[in-house]
């Protein structure tokens, strides 16, 4: 079993719209969470860290289920910028990516 | 500013070559890692490094190594490049503790034919 498992998508959504995803995590001891997003071909770049009471940046949400060991990640009103590869990144003893989440916003 | 570069960018070796990919920060930060991305995958950590003189393996180090000399640079080595190792590699460094956000270059295109 994977360390870090995503849904690859694609999710395709138009402007405007709400899209959420999930990712789960196989080890319960993991000690932090982290969204970070990569553009086409880019480095990937934070984008949030994720705290068990749950935090809001902008338009992005992110909640952490560590019962049943899962973080998700909701974006509002979408933007065409929006459009990436969603990686969810879990540390225990290092850090663990997933294969990432690709959302495309479409006008 | 401060940044992380990597060089080169794009390269195609031969089977059998031996082949370094460099990778400098000018952020200061102790520790510094080496990255893996394929198709399917996530980025998987081939060596890090917490400080001068310290060298660690990932989950993916056979065929590579590093070293680590200074707090800039650690170069990536590959002893013998193989088909397999065809990827892209993406070298990151972060300070202070270990959940510290990490700071990704942009990333060498390496492939081996």
């Known amino acids: 079993r994977k360390e870090v498992e995503q849904d690859p998508g694609p999710f395709n959504v138009p402007e405007g719209a709400t899209v959420a995803f999930n990712c789960t995590y196989s080890?319960?001891?993991?000690?932090?969470f982290f969204w970070y997003r990569q553009d086409c071909r880019k480095e990937p770049k934070l984008l949030m860290s994720?705290?068990?009471s749950g935090n809001e940046d902008g338009r992005f949400t992110a909640q952490l289920n560590r019962a049943s060991q899962y973080i998700s990640l909701l974006i509002r009103d979408s933007k065409l910028s929006d459009s990436a590869t969603y990686l969810c990144?879990?540390?225990?003893?290092?850090?663990?990516f997933g294969a990432g989440t690709t959302v495309t916003v479409r006008a | 500013d401060a940044e992380i570069t990597q060089s080169p960018r794009h390269k195609i070796t031969e089977t059998g070559r031996q082949v370094t990919l460099a990778c400098h920060q000018t952020w200061n930060h102790n520790n510094m890692f080496w990255y893996r991305q394929d198709l399917g995958h996530g980025l998987r950590l081939i060596h890090y490094s917490y400080g001068v003189q310290d060298t660690n393996k990932g989950e993916v180090s056979d065929g590579y190594s590093v070293s680590r000399s200074n707090t800039e640079d650690l170069p990536l080595t590959l002893e013998s490049a193989a088909s397999s190792q065809t990827s892209v590699y993406f070298c990151?460094?972060?300070?202070?503790?270990?959940?510290?956000?990490?700071?990704f270059g942009p990333g060498t295109r390496l492939t081996v034919l």
């Open positions: 990144v879990v540390l225990d003893y290092k850090l663990s």
């Open positions: 080890n319960s001891a993991s000690q932090s």
């Open positions: 994720v705290y068990s």
């Open positions: 990151a460094s972060s300070g202070g503790r270990s959940n510290n956000e990490q700071f």
